[in-house]
């Protein structure tokens, strides 16, 4: 811990020198006269050289190298992230110190990378903090260790979470023109430092960048040796990871639609130009994009792939709107508008929603649509949380693109209501989107869709079930904004006329589909690629329950494609781009189910560990955990007796004996960036090569 004498000053003042200068904040937070004044009551007698630097997103501890042997042992012992500071050094972390806004509460000062404050513990409080915080193991390395050699993959969660600790770092515009003066510059530099940061892979190339900026826009410049501090300390908190690499083919959890379609802009394929308007859709009453991508969703685990013979299956279709704020009532007349346009007979109208009438409607055989609105799926997706690896044939996964969606009452309130003449009513419910975008809705048909198929007289051929989601509804919009609305309605009519060729062609009493036998092949390739997932995913991960069912998925997107097209022949290049789109809806829906599934579980964990903590030698039975787990509540303390064998299911390590931070491995969830060249590699071998 460096302190400067005031030599000017008739007391002795120690300063202590931060990170990063705080004389930019001094305005904003406190002002020169204060931090002297309070830094004033420390002296070489009674400063025993240990500080915390803390904050809302990051914490130090910052000890002198004579302080405590043992103590620099130990957070060396436990691997605490740090840096080598002029007299000692800082151990980083992102979680919160508790200590410190206990023991200063009010006397937070100064500013560390501007987010945190400074301060520095009094002799009486050290002993606290030492005993309470880092001698009880609550001091834990999450950014990155000290020696560079040790392989080290970090949590994806707290990764995320200092990400988030700088919002606009990636967002904000650098302008080159652009002049920082004295009292914002140190700011402003370092925001523009840690907004490039991810773009260097060389730690020369990234200094001699945020150099060069200092020279050119900061007036006056800051001194070299501040800049390298800041530009070593950000680099220095990049953590550093080994990629898990699969023993054959490639495997990206995180590829998108944008990811697909930049790489299939790259090839000038006829094929690949002809049906790209799928993935744009057209800010109109529903995207056309919708009414056949959506179509892919559908899954169908007992569908078998017979050309040339009658086949039967259900095909989910979810409608999604471009924008919207739209009554529930006024969906529904569109929905109806919309379907008898395109000649589907009688509109149902929406139900309570519930995961029981979800599988009634879905093992319903006429075909004839059910409305539901986004936010009506909450409840099912935290269903899918508690009980992710089992029981998948019975739900139906939304996959939301987009932002937040969210249902607002125009009155203050949802309650039955009663008009004069004694007639009861409610408010209209309004449902927003902020930033919608073209959304998924993946079926898995259940077991009792499939035994109703046995006992009822159905069609041959695709049974429709249409799922509305609203469109843009301008209903609360004045009458000359209305007015002033150009409405593209040749883009619905379009869309509403390739609804009803779809319906009337799926609701004939049998076809057919002839398969090119280079097509087959194609299929035979893909369907051992996708064997290759499963054996390349860790034992218990649910994708491999899951990666089965999408060699079907395939077969049934070829036939979807090619009867979209109104072909009686399946192409390569209908089952080329079934796969691509295929394995956009096999990679979201496993992010989806691993990062809920490890979310709800690690909440459980964190409650383990922390009664772990307090055990002596740091185990229990897991009799023991279930009887006093701290915080856990009586329900949850019930179903502890489960979670070993759940964990088990999902991918983790569990033992008889229980052991403090070794009870579980996490499933591997890191994100890296091999999503854009995943995409590409695909891409070029399915329309350059012809196979996979």
């Known amino acids: 811990m460096h302190l400067s004498q005031d030599t000017n000053s008739e007391t002795k003042k120690y300063i202590k020198k931060p990170l990063v200068s705080w004389k930019q904040y001094q305005e904003k937070k406190v002002s020169l006269e204060t931090y002297d004044e309070w830094c004033n009551k420390f002296n070489d007698d009674v400063f025993n050289g240990l500080a915390i630097i803390g904050g809302k997103q990051i914490y130090a501890l910052d000890i002198d190298k004579d302080y405590d042997d043992a103590l620099l042992q130990r957070l060396w012992d436990l691997g605490t992230a740090s840096y080598e500071t002029e007299r000692g050094y800082h151990f980083l972390t992102l979680e919160p110190v508790p200590s410190a806004d206990a023991i200063y509460k009010d006397n937070h000062v100064g500013e560390f990378l501007g987010a945190g404050h400074i301060i520095v513990i009094q002799p009486s409080a050290d002993r606290i903090f030492l005993t309470t915080t880092i001698y009880n193991s609550k001091f834990p390395s999450l950014v990155k260790p000290r020696e560079p050699e040790v392989s080290f993959v970090p949590d994806f969660n707290k990764l995320q979470s200092f990400k988030s600790s700088v919002p606009n770092f990636k967002t904000a515009v650098f302008n080159p023109q652009e002049k920082w003066l004295d009292g914002s510059r140190n700011n402003e530099l370092f925001k523009y430092s840690m907004r490039v940061i991810n773009d260097y892979d060389n730690f020369e190339e990234y200094q001699n960048q945020i150099m060069k900026i200092n020279d050119e826009n900061c007036e006056p410049p800051l001194p070299f040796d501040e800049v390298r501090q800041m530009v070593q300390t950000n680099w220095k908190k990049v953590p550093e990871y080994q990629e898990t690499k699969p023993k054959t083919k490639t495997f990206h959890p995180f590829l998108s639609l944008t990811d697909v379609r930049s790489a299939s802009q790259i090839y000038d394929d006829h094929f690949i130009n002809k049906y790209e308007s799928f993935f744009e859709g057209a800010d109109v009453t529903f995207r056309v994009a919708s009414a056949i991508a959506i179509l892919s969703s559908a899954i169908n685990p007992t569908i078998t792939f017979n050309t040339g013979q009658k086949n039967t299956s259900s095909i989910w279709v979810m409608l999604v709107g471009g924008s919207s704020t739209t009554f529930k009532s006024t969906v529904i007349s569109d929905a109806e508008r919309m379907m008898i346009d395109a000649g589907m007979e009688e509109v149902k109208l929406p139900d309570t929603f519930s995961p029981a009438r979800l599988e009634n409607s879905m ?150 589909q002839d398969v090119d036998s280079d097509a087959l092949d194609l299929l035979d390739e893909y369907s051992d690629y996708i064997y290759d997932q499963i054996d390349n995913l860790p034992d218990g991960d649910i994708g491999k329950n899951l990666f089965g069912r999408y060699k079907t998925q395939a077969e049934k997107l070829c036939l979807i494609v090619s009867r979209s097209r109104g072909s009686n022949e399946i192409t390569v290049d209908d089952v080329r781009y079934a796969i691509c789109l295929n394995e956009i809806f096999r990679i979201k829906t496993h992010k989806f189910l691993v990062s809920n599934a490890v979310s709800t579980l690690e909440t459980n964990m964190n409650k383990v560990i922390k009664f772990l903590d307090k055990q002596d030698g740091k185990s229990a039975s897991r009799t023991e955990i279930n009887r006093g787990a701290s915080g856990m509540s009586r329900i949850e303390s019930q179903k502890m007796s489960q979670l070993g064998d759940k964990l088990e299911e999902m991918g983790y390590v569990t033992r008889t004996t229980i052991k403090n931070k070794e009870v579980w491995t996490l499933i591997d969830k890191l994100e890296d960036d091999s999503a854009s060249k995943y995409s590409e590699d695909l891409i070029k071998t399915l329309f350059s090569k012809g196979g996979i």
């Open 363 to 512: 093992s319903e055989r006429d075909g004839r649509p059910n409305i539901h609105m986004h936010k009506e799926y909450a409840g099912f997706l935290q269903l899918l949380s508690q009980d992710n690896s089992s029981g998948l044939s019975n739900l139906m996964i939304r996959l939301w693109d987009g932002d937040e969606i969210k249902k607002e009452l125009v009155g203050r309130d949802n309650k039955p209501k009663t008009d004069e003449e004694g007639n009861s009513y409610r408010e209209p419910e309004v449902y927003k989107a902020s930033n919608p975008h073209l959304s998924s809705l993946v079926g898995i048909q259940t077991d009792r869709f499939t035994t109703a198929m046995s006992q009822k007289q159905l069609w041959d051929g695709f049974l429709l079930r249409w799922l509305i989601v609203p469109s843009e509804n301008p209903r609360r919009k004045k009458l000359s904004e209305l007015r002033a609305l150009s409405v593209d309605s040749s883009a619905r009519n379009d869309l509403v006329q390739q609804l009803s060729i779809i319906f009337q062609q799926n609701r004939s009493s049998s076809f057919s």
